[in-house]
């Protein structure tokens, strides 16, 4: 077998790998490439099958978009994920779009969507391994579901901040309402007039760097 | 191998039917009971393993319910739809718990959870075949998803109240507004103002019996 340089990232990240046979494998190596996405860049836009996307750093914003423009995000992949609904002609019960970005700069390897679908039809433990993937990602989507349509706003916005200043490992969360909003899959005025109703309650200070958490202790109990 | 009631019905329901061993035929077939359920019934309260759900007549409904008692239905499922996120123990990586009602007196073939997770783990066919089930439910959920979240009100109960029209065949929608609003995971209060809007524009006519009809033209206009 010609040597291949995704091999050590495949056998960790493929259970099948070791299942699959040297044409297989050749041919999986064959269609990946390793790409450099800068922040901000789309990695996939919904419309044709762009293939397995495997992020080995930085991280990646999968997210659902309307037709207005407004937008959902549905999870994030780090290192260690696996992104499958990219490649819908590997999973042909998939009918809804979905749009992948580069949240940080990151480096993925994508596998050619059309190499992984013929394999995936021919070796059932790849078969179940796609699906496998997308449906813990159907698990994450009622999660956020839950989170958007069950919970009142101030618990999400009290989870939304505690989440990234435990995420960034700092108490100023340096994003625009504007992001919070499309992070929360909300409206940029709900933010501001939460943010707003907090500061007031001295739980954060709003300022041009960002938001303040000052009362972390009130914001928890917000969360519970 | 023994006579099993259900063959006929899981030879149409399960493309894996074939491939099985007598064996794990036969113990699918003990597995399995065939119940009837009165409208209104709750049939899968997300707590245990209840099963695969077959309805062979009538109709179930999907739903989640947040911990305020608020319900979003997810989906309905009539003969020759599988019903598998009842079956949690099949499926690892589903996480949440759906809710599922027979929304008409219904019949339904019950496949015991343990005994199809048992042989789902042995053969590949019967493990990709529930994968793909939960799968297409993922789209449909994504789909309620866009409509709750991304469309306004006046098109969403439009969509809703010429869905129910055509389904029924009656241009009167005999419903509350509350159970209205359930089916479209809103709220109360939503469905009334916006009826009130409609009714003032004689779209349609609000009555003790329903949700007269009257102008389909201009709803179907609406619902674009």
Known sequence: MESCPFTSIYQNYFPFWDHLSDSDRATL??????????????IHDG??????????SGCLRIYMLS???????????????ICILSASCVLHSITFDVIVDAEEDSTCCVVGGCAFADISERVPEVKIFALETAVAR?????WIMQQILF?????????FLLDE?????????????EQIARYMGSAREVVTRMLKYFSSEKIVEVTRKGVILLDKTRLRR???
């Open 67 to 81: 037709e207005e423009g407004k937008e959902i995000t549905l999870y994030r992949l780090y290192p260690g994920d």
């Open 47 to 56: 419309s044709i099958c762009t293939g397995v996307i495997i992020p080995t």
């Open 138 to 142: 159907f698990s994450d989507v009622m």
């Open 165 to 177: 200043a435990a995420k960034t490992g700092s108490d100023t969360v340096k994003l625009t309402h």
């Open 29 to 42: 190596c064959r269609s990946s490439v390793s790409v450099q996405y800068p922040k901000g860049t789309t």
């Open 151 to 159: 919970m009142s706003m101030d618990k999400r916005l009290a989870i």
């Open 222 to 224: 917000l969360a519970v």
